[in-house]
């Protein structure tokens, strides 16, 4: 069972939210620890995996973590249920990430410049000698195709496919690597993951685009030096 | 009238467009050359099944979560804000 939440997402509308939220607030200043309880686990996952992409170690992840249910405790009065609960926790805990980040690498601020040259300059998503050239007799036509991956459920859920997928992801350009933990890793829908991220509908599709275009290139090229082992 | 035939999608092209196919805002044309070009080509329903099952891997990672003793640290922090 993954990370994939069913509940708290873009379904209810705005004065629905701003009800849940209500009931929610009035538990919690009650002391109602269950329903702190409950708040943390159906968020937690998702926290701790951005949190971790900024910060270098987990016990520094696990303070952004505390830091922004703090926060989130203090600010929920302010709350109203615009966005869905689960994209404004998500962009405390960047703003925290991000700037925790910062401070323990002791960089200057990450300029836009930067991150629009790091998003842009990428290379292809396919190595370019994979397709047929102008010389050949198909251009832009596979030269080596890609092969049906066998049992793929099986294989994917080893331990070993997993560290592959989670060292694809740690290599990705950090933006890449927050959209792609938010839409395919907790399952959340575009329309959140822009929300919770800053983004617009293409750089968010643009990033995703990339983020998994590497990462699944990582998982071929795994299963091919598997085949060749086996 | 004549028919204008739509210049046929290449598979350099598909692997581009990919993620607006799965996201479903590619335009109709082109929703229509990429399909037409998936039944003819064994490579590229390859690749479309390659990237549906890393999405799905993804989907199933096992969840990160907060250690026992950050936990009950968090559920001190909220005893004290009330």
Redesign the interface.
């Known amino acids: 069972m993954g990370e994939q939440e069913a509940s708290t997402g873009g379904g209810p509308d705005g004065s629905t939210r701003a009800a849940n939220v209500e009931r929610l607030v009035a538990a919690l200043r009650r002391g109602d620890e269950d329903a702190f309880r409950k708040l943390v686990e159906e968020h937690g996952p998702f926290l701790m995996r951005l949190a971790l992409m900024h910060v270098p170690s987990r016990a520094i992840a696990e303070e952004v973590v505390q830091d922004t249910w703090l926060a989130v405790l203090n600010g929920i009065d302010r709350f109203e249920g615009r966005s869905s609960l689960r994209t404004w926790i998500a962009s405390i805990l960047l703003n925290n990430a991000r700037t925790r980040g910062q401070r323990e690498r002791r960089v200057l601020p990450f300029s836009f410049l930067r991150r629009r040259a790091e998003e842009g300059r990428d290379e292809p998503v396919v190595s370019p000698d994979r397709f047929q050239s102008v010389h050949d007799s198909y251009p832009g036509h596979w030269a080596r195709p890609p092969a049906e991956w066998d049992s793929p459920e099986e294989r994917l859920s080893t331990e070993e496919a997993r560290r592959v997928l989670l060292e694809a992801i740690a290599k990705l350009p950090i933006r890449q690597r927050e959209v792609i933990a938010l839409r395919d890793i907790s399952g959340w829908s575009a329309a959140e993951t822009r929300n919770a991220l800053g983004l617009s509908e293409t750089n968010q599709r643009v990033l995703l685009h990339r983020a998994r275009s590497k990462v699944r290139a990582a998982l071929e090229r795994h299963f091919e030096a598997d085949e060749l082992g086996r | 009238m004549n028919e204008v035939e739509t210049p046929k999608m290449?598979?350099?092209?598909l692997?581009?467009v990919?993620?607006?196919y799965l996201?479903d805002?590619l335009p109709t044309e082109d929703r229509g050359r990429f399909e037409r070009h998936l039944a003819g080509?064994?490579?590229?329903?390859?690749?479309l099944?390659?990237?549906r099952?890393?999405?799905?891997?993804?989907?199933?990672?096992?969840?990160?979560?907060?250690?026992a003793e950050?936990?009950r640290?968090?559920?001190e922090?909220?005893?004290g804000?009330?």
Do not use: N
């Open positions: 290449s598979c350099k092209e692997v581009d990919i993620t607006e996201e805002t080509c064994d490579g590229c329903q390859a690749y099944d390659q990237m099952e890393t999405i799905r891997a993804l989907g199933h990672l096992p969840p990160e979560s907060l250690s950050a936990e640290t968090l559920l922090a909220f005893r804000w009330r």
